[in-house]
């Protein structure tokens, strides 16, 4: 009797053991995915206003070189003038020598504009344009400006066949402002010749 007590016993307890481990599964909670915060700029609204317009001024400049439009690059270098000379660079977020950096180079763009106006052919345009992408590219890694990502472009040929030249742009896809549409030697069949260097992405999340 008591060996079947016992034996009854032992069954219980094993039936209980399979049926926890098959059975009584805890259930399982999708897993919530968390939202992703937003980008948000670390310099003033005002400052990443005026910075995208100067962005904007240069992109029209790069364009007009593309088109070998002469009249509409001085047109555009006179708009990145007044843009440089407007940025309220006393807003920017940050230490005292690099407000001051920023103002020097914003200013060092200003005079390479008057001379990209001053130039009479565009082969020497192309030379002031590479100067001036010098400049605002110095600039926009001074001021860590994140209010789009942006390409820095190279040509190996922009002044011949050993001389690069750079530029800037909001897309990867290459338009060669140094070789452009009309170049009298390629007939535009360069105008994609270039490649990216860098990108600058300074969004914070």
């Known amino acids: ?68 439009d002469t009249a509409r690059a001085n047109s555009a270098a006179l708009i990145i003038a007044q843009n440089a000379d407007s940025l309220p660079t006393k807003e920017l977020k940050a230490d005292s020598s690099i407000v001051l950096t920023a103002q020097n180079l914003a200013g060092s763009m200003t005079n ?32 860590r400006y994140d209010g789009q990502l942006i390409y820095h472009v190279r040509c190996p040929m922009a002044f011949g066949e050993d001389q690069e030249g750079f530029w800037l742009s909001n897309t990867n896809k290459i338009i060669n402002p140094y070789l452009g549409k009309k170049d009298p030697k390629y ?19």
């Open 1 to 68: 009797m008591k060996r079947t007590i016992l034996l009854l016993i032992i069954i219980l307890i094993a039936g209980i053991a399979v049926w926890k481990l098959f059975f009584n599964k805890p259930e399982v909670k999708p897993e919530v995915q968390k939202d992703q915060p937003l980008a948000i700029s670390k310099n003033s609204d005002a400052f990443t206003m005026a910075f995208s317009k100067l962005m904007d001024s240069y992109y029209q400049l790069k364009d007009a070189l593309v088109d070998w």
């Open 112 to 143: 390479e504009v008057k001379g990209f106006i001053g130039e009479n052919t565009i082969d020497q345009k192309r030379h002031a344009f590479n100067m001036i992408t010098d400049e605002l590219y110095n600039l926009i890694r001074t001021v």
């Open 187 to 205: 007939n535009g069949k360069m105008v994609g010749c270039g490649e990216v260097v860098d990108s600058l992405d300074f969004a914070k999340k």
